[in-house]
């Protein structure tokens, strides 16, 4: 792959890169907070793969599939906050390793 | 050639404000890199002839959803010696990236894409504008719109229960 000119991979492959950061994230932080950042990074660098292929293809579909991406990716910030403000009244921490009741 | 400027620029700043959002101890510090990960995003949509979805990118992503998470953070008020025990594993995550690049990625990026040859298609002059995408969700794509405001206000409502102390 060259560095120049800038080909429908070079999007791609950052997509990829981002995506790997984004799993990384959920998988080894504690925090409540960076696990559900990395996750909107996560949906992040698809809405990036869908903006590509809609250019590579000329048809507009993948623009509309980011938009509604984007909504729920709206919503599911917006019930995932309110979850984690019942588990902290609950215990007063986010660290996701305190919240394993549901185990034992 | 300035596109290839303005690409590697966007592009490295998405990585690296990406890989410093997973390991700050601070949320906060990570909620502000994360502001401009999704910055440099909108640009690369606006590269990619997506007026529209840049501009939603800006509006929704950097200026409500994050918004919203720095209000949470603030709300909950934790001081540095709760984060100090969630603060970020350097060793963990350099070996998640490594393996994760190494079994999934690595493949993909190194045998599959060389072997595709996509090239940008012609454009129309309105590619992408607020109007020829409202167009398509208004015609084809009626329904899921519909649904979505369900979704929507169904999350406002489980929201609101689960966060109400009583109801």
Partial sequence: ?104 | MLEAIVFYILAGASVVFGLVMITRVNPISSAMTLVGAFGALAGLYAMLNASFVSIIQILVYAGGIMVLVIFVIMLLNLHKDDLEPMKAQPLWIGGTLVVLFGTILGPILFCVLPNKDWTWSSLAPDFGTLMTVGEKIFSDFIFPFEILSLILLTAVVGALVMAKRKL
Avoid at chain 1, 61 to 82: P, Q, W
């Fill in chain 1, 1 to 104: 792959m060259e560095l120049y000119p800038i080909t429908p991979n070079h999007y791609l492959t950052l997509s990829a890169i981002l995506f790997a950061i984004g799993i990384a994230g959920v998988l080894t932080r504690k925090n409540f907070f960076v696990t559900l950042m990395s996750l909107e990074l996560m949906l992040n660098a698809v809405n990036l793969s869908f903006v590509t292929f809609a250019k590579v293809h000329g048809d507009m579909t993948g623009h509309v599939f980011v938009l509604f991406v984007v909504s729920v990716a709206a919503a599911e910030a917006c019930v995932g906050l309110a979850i984690v403000i019942a588990l902290f009244r609950l215990k007063e921490t986010v660290n996701l390793d305190m919240f394993k009741s549901l185990k034992n």
